[in-house]
């Protein structure tokens, strides 16, 4: 009868530790617990310098400040011929439903390339290639790679060296708020949730009479609109 009691009491100490480990069994890998955790406690993003495809140098806290905007961020490579191009492919229909929306003042979308080879001439035939309208989409790379991992530590995205000059890496939709902190990561395949995800967020604050263009001082927002 002992036993059973002390087995027992060893099941129930081992359920709450794993009660309090999950968040009450509301996740169950490190991962989903690390989303959760963002999305209750927003996490500012690290200081780092980033380049534009048309080669100016801007620092991405103060960009995504100065913009108020949400953004969309993701990350990857330009020479990626697999993940990186499917990655763009849902991306360009998020642009496609921001602008059909009317959302374009309201919600940005930018892809960082953590490849310390792509320039601004890499970048700007990038976004060419992926049809970017660049007052929605911005295409940017590290112009200091030092910078490059604390940025990448903070998104949970992991680049690993591989064979021929590529890398290999995971990738998903995060939500970023104008104040410049990194508030929801959601899958790639669904990008219905991540536009969903950053009206929410944009949502929550007032619209913007006035935003300027990237980069730039402030000017009328005014563009005129238009399924993930």
Do not use: K
């Not at 953004?71 to 602008?99: D, H, K």
Request: proline share 7%; net charge neutral.
């Amino acid at each position: 009868m002992r036993w059973i009691l002390a087995l027992a009491l060893a099941l129930a100490a081992g359920l709450g530790a794993l009660y309090g480990l999950t968040g009450g069994f509301t996740v169950l890998t490190a991962e989903a617990a690390r989303r959760q955790d963002v999305a209750r406690h927003p996490r500012a993003i690290p200081a780092a310098e980033v380049l534009t495809g048309d080669g100016r140098v801007l620092d991405l806290d103060r960009e995504l400040r100065r913009d108020g905007r949400v953004a969309l961020v993701n990350f990857f490579y330009t020479r990626c011929l697999a993940l990186c191009l499917a990655q763009g492919s849902l991306t360009e229909r998020l642009q496609q439903a921001i602008e059909a929306r009317g959302l374009q003042d309201r919600i940005r979308l930018i892809s960082i390339s953590f490849d310390p080879r792509d320039r601004a001439p890499d970048l700007a035939r990038y976004a060419a290639r992926m049809g970017a309208d660049p007052a929605v989409w911005q295409f940017l790379s590290f112009a200091r790679p030092a910078q490059r991992d604390a940025v990448l530590a903070l998104f949970g995205i992991t680049v690993v060296p591989a064979p021929l000059g590529e890398f290999e890496h995971n990738a998903a939709f995060h939500v970023v708020t104008p104040d410049g902190r990194l508030a929801r990561i959601l899958d790639l395949d669904d990008p219905g949730l991540a536009l969903r995800a950053a009206e929410d967020e944009a949502g929550r604050r007032p619209a913007p009479a006035d935003r300027p263009a990237p980069g730039e001082p402030g000017r009328p927002a005014g563009r005129d609109a238009g399924g993930v």
